[in-house]
């Protein structure tokens, strides 16, 4: 595809991007997906450890899909 058409894609459906990234990062912290929540190998990894990324995953993924409707009606 054409990064044009990418581009202006996400420009229109902003608000709805917002909220399917949300989604999925709720969902993943969730089920406990090893991508996102394994702490192994990262910087500053024994900060939070498994479950603290886990919490702000779910925090994070929640506000981005309250950011994303409120975008959507807004406009």
Do not use: Q, T, Y
């Not at 054409?2 to 420009?11: E, P, Q, R």
């Not at 989604?23 to 479950?51: E, I, M, T, Y």
């Amino acid at each position: 595809m054409d990064a044009d058409i990418i581009s202006g894609f996400i420009s229109e459906c902003f608000g709805f991007v917002c909220a399917a990234a949300g989604a999925l990062f709720a969902v993943g912290a969730a089920l406990n997906w090893s991508r996102l929540c394994d702490p192994a190998g990262k910087p500053r990894s024994h900060l939070l450890g498994r479950s603290g990324r886990r919490i702000f995953f779910f925090a994070a993924g929640c506000l981005l899909v309250v950011c994303g409707v409120m975008i959507e009606f807004h406009s």
